[in-house]
């Protein structure tokens, strides 16, 4: 499994911003997936993740109602929608996917090292 991030940029307080994640490998029931931002000098931490069911989703309380998860499974593809971005948004978002849930798996962490493949990253500002 290979992540590749996009989407990333400068964005306006209250402004939106898609990011995009291309996956190559296993199809992805196989694998559950989400999306982790790290700031300058803070720990690595989940903002949404979905699992390789797609049944369940979760969200951080920091961008519940904000950030919405999506996924293409033809495409492989999984999206974040971001809105009404805030300045204490900015951070690198990472891709990262929990090839150990298993085929079809409810089961959905929220750890960062539980997801042993992550993409480069994509910087996203959040500034006037």
């Known amino acids: 499994l290979q992540l590749v991030e996009s989407g990333g940029g400068l964005v306006q307080p209250g402004g939106s911003l898609r990011l995009s994640c291309a996956a190559s490998g296993d199809p992805m029931d196989y694998y559950a997936i989400g999306w982790f931002r790290q700031a300058p000098g803070k720990e690595r931490e989940a903002g949404s993740c979905?699992?390789?069911?797609?049944?369940?989703?979760k969200n951080s309380d920091s961008v519940k109602g904000r950030f919405t998860i999506s996924r293409d499974r033809g495409e492989k593809m999984l999206y974040l929608q971001m809105n009404n971005l805030k300045p204490e948004t900015t951070a690198i978002y990472y891709c990262?996917?929990?090839?150990?849930?298993?085929?079809?798996?409810?089961?959905?962490?929220?750890?960062?090292?539980?997801?042993?493949?992550w993409g480069r990253g994509s910087q996203v500002t959040v500034s006037s």
């Open positions: 990262q996917g929990d090839t150990s849930t298993g085929y079809m798996s409810d089961y959905l962490s929220m750890t960062s090292g539980e997801y042993a493949i």
């Open positions: 979905m699992s390789s069911s797609a049944k369940i989703i």
